[in-house]
T-cell receptor, first 111, second 113 residues
Framework: KQEVTQIPAALSVPEGENLVLNCSFT??????LQWFRQDPGKGLTSLLLIQSSQREQTSGRLNASLDKSSGRSTLYIAASQPGDSATYLCALNSGNTPLVFGKGTRLSVIA | DGGITQSPKYLFRKEGQNVTLSCEQNLNHDAMYWYRQDPGQGLRLIYY???????QKGDIAEGYSVSREKKESFPLTVTSAQKNPTAFYLC????????????FGDGTRLSIL
């Protein structure tokens, strides 16, 4: 059974810092990996989707990487801003089954 | 604008009462999902449906029921058998390709009176 782990559970950084969020998974037989952002009291917003054949995806200040062989993905946020404060979740898609989610990393960017 | 609409935003349930949470999407997605989110627990899958008139139990289906009579609608009923229903409920949908992103509604917060 696929298990997804996100460490740390919470992270606090000063504004302007570059940071990396981590996601590890136990089963490398995946179709894709998706990173989401969740603001308090809101639903999840899809940030990036990396297909299993890809190594990374970029959107603005965000860069997500995928290393299936080591069961790891990272979300890199450049030049962090207070508006980046949110919970970031990763989720694995193993085919015709529902996504398996990590518990998320709660990020606080301090001005 | 295409998206997922969940209603109501806040809902209160009395003891012994069934309540129904609405989820409507205009994305023409085949698959729809219901999740429960509790503090520190992450997202837990309640039910999902990959096609009209068909649905499957997720990890925590006990005390919940669903229907999928129309492609765009996937209502969730929280029955009186669900003894701890206070939580944030999220509905999601995805297109028929595995490589399409999953979309979420803004959630319904259910509390006990």
């Amino acid at each position: 059974k696929q298990e997804v782990t996100q460490i740390p559970a919470a992270l606090s950084v000063p504004e302007g810092e570059n940071l990396v969020l981590n996601c590890s998974f136990t089963d490398s037989a995946i179709y894709n990996l998706q990173w989401f952002r969740q603001d308090p009291g809101k639903g999840l917003t899809s940030l990036l989707l990396i297909q299993s054949s890809q190594r990374e995806q970029t959107s603005g200040r965000l860069n997500a990487s995928l290393d299936k062989s080591s069961g790891r993905s990272t979300l890199y946020i450049a030049a962090s801003q207070p508006g980046d404060s949110a919970t970031y979740l990763c989720a694995l898609n193993s085919g015709n089954t529902p996504l398996v989610f990590g518990k998320g990393t709660r990020l606080s960017v301090i001005a | 604008d295409g998206g997922i609409t969940q209603s109501p935003k806040y809902l209160f349930r009395k003891e012994g009462q069934n309540v129904t949470l609405s989820c409507e999407q205009n994305l023409n997605h085949d698959a729809m999902y219901w999740y429960r989110q509790d503090p520190g627990q992450g997202l837990r899958l309640i039910y999902y449906s990959q096609i009209v008139n068909d649905f499957q139990k997720g990890d925590i289906a006990e005390g919940y029921s669903v229907s999928r009579e129309k492609k765009e609608s996937f209502p969730l009923t929280v029955t009186s058998a669900q003894k701890n229903p206070t939580a944030f409920y999220l509905c999601a949908s995805r297109g028929d390709s595995f490589n399409q992103p999953q979309h979420f509604g803004d959630g319904t917060r259910l509390s006990i009176l």
